[in-house]
């Protein structure tokens, strides 16, 4: 299989122009297409949505916050949700909302209430979000 050759004009080190075969190559377009080459100036952000869509984003942010602030029967789910929320890189809009929520369960998890039972992944969940949120837990805690 050969590439095509294409003469090229190159500047060599003292400032004059040479003729040189470069090999050019023909990639085909990759399944994503040219979407990772715009830059961020070029992305949607908020203040470029139409109303309709800057109502549903904030809708959206509400229900989160709902989610967040809510009573749940288990305080692995609530983690299980930070963790979401941290991986979807949207924290920032709820940071005083997960941090109530992990101080609650730092509270619970230092008085040992609802930790039997806990499967591995989400111990180490919470080992991981509550050093990160600069709480004082050990591995020894966990």
């Not at 470029?48 to 989160?64: I, P, S």
């Not at 924290?91 to 039997?116: G, P, R, T, V």
Request: glycine share 4%; charged share 25%.
């Amino acid at each position: 299989m050969s590439s095509p050759i294409s003469a090229n004009l190159v500047p060599s080190q003292h400032g004059n122009t040479s003729k040189e075969n470069r090999h050019l190559s023909n990639f085909k377009p990759g399944f994503w297409g040219d979407i990772f080459l715009s830059s961020p100036s070029q992305m949607v952000y908020s203040d470029d949505m139409d109303a309709g869509t800057q109502h549903e984003y904030e809708e959206l942010k509400q229900e989160v916050r709902r989610i967040l602030v809510a009573n749940m029967d288990k305080s692995s789910q609530k983690l299980h949700i930070i963790d979401s929320v941290q991986r979807l890189r949207v924290a920032y809009h709820f940071e005083k909302e997960i941090e109530e929520a992990l101080q609650i369960i730092y509270h619970h998890h230092c008085n040992h209430i609802e930790i039997d039972g806990d499967d591995l992944y989400t111990t180490a969940v919470r080992f991981r979000l509550l050093r990160e949120h600069g709480f004082d837990i050990h591995c020894g805690m966990s």
